[in-house]
C-alpha cells in the first residue's frame, strides 16, 4: 500500500504544477485576448474617426492648397490686374498649345453651360466660364489634345484650359450682356 501511496503523489506531485502552468497559461491568454479586445475596439474607433472628422478634413485643406496652388501658377500667364488679361507667355500658350482653336471650336458648348449656371454678375460670370473651360479637359475626345497642348508649352493642362477661359471670356460677356471691367464691382461674397 505504500507503494501505491508514494506513486500517487509523485503523480499528484507531477500533475499539479503542470495543472498550474496550464490553469496560468489560460488566465494569460485570457488577458492578452481581452486586451486585443480593447485595442481592436480603438482602432475601431480611430478608423472611425478618421473616416468622419480627419478624410473630409485633410480633403478641404488639399482641395484649398490645390487652388492656392493654381491660383499661383495662374498668375504666371495673366497680368496682374483686373480684369485678367493674358501676359505673353499666357497668349504664347493660347497660340502654341492649341487651346485657342478648342475653345473657338467649342464655343456654343462653353455659352451655353454659362447661361445654365445663370450668372448674377460679371465675377461669377467669370467663374463660370473658367468652370466651363475647365470641363473641356474632362472630354474624353478633347483631353488628349489638351494634354497634348499642355505637353508642348511645358505648361500644367489647368493653367492651358485657364489661358482658354481668359481668352474666350469677354466674348462670352459680350452674348450674355456684361463687361469684365464689372469683374471688379463684385466681391466673391456677393
Not at 500658350?93 to 445654365?116: F, H, M, P, Q, T
Not at 465675377?123 to 508642348?152: H, M, P, W
Request: net charge neutral.
Amino acid at each position: 500500500m505504500s507503494a501505491v501511496h508514494t506513486i500517487d503523489w509523485k503523480t499528484i506531485g507531477v500533475i499539479t504544477p503542470i495543472f498550474t502552468a496550464i490553469i496560468v497559461a489560460a488566465v494569460w491568454i485570457s488577458g492578452k485576448i481581452f486586451q486585443f479586445g480593447k485595442i481592436s475596439q480603438r482602432i475601431e474607433a480611430l478608423d472611425s474617426a478618421i473616416e468622419k472628422d480627419i478624410k473630409p478634413s485633410l480633403s478641404k485643406i488639399t482641395a484649398r492648397i490645390d487652388d492656392l496652388y493654381k491660383l499661383q501658377a495662374s498668375n504666371t500667364v495673366t497680368e496682374s490686374r483686373s480684369p485678367r488679361q493674358l501676359n505673353a507667355k499666357g497668349e504664347k500658350i493660347l497660340e502654341e498649345s492649341g487651346i485657342k482653336a478648342i475653345v473657338d471650336e467649342n464655343y456654343d458648348r462653353i455659352l451655353k453651360k454659362v447661361n445654365s449656371h445663370k450668372p448674377e454678375n460679371a465675377y461669377r460670370a467669370e467663374q463660370c466660364v473658367i468652370k466651363a473651360v475647365t470641363e473641356l479637359g474632362k472630354d474624353s475626345k478633347l483631353k488628349e489634345k489638351i494634354e497634348a497642348g499642355s505637353f508642348n508649352t511645358g505648361s500644367q493642362p489647368y493653367i492651358v484650359l485657364l489661358v482658354g477661359a481668359i481668352y474666350v471670356r469677354d466674348k462670352i460677356f459680350e452674348d450674355i450682356g456684361m463687361k469684365p471691367e464689372e469683374i471688379d464691382k463684385h466681391t466673391p461674397a456677393e
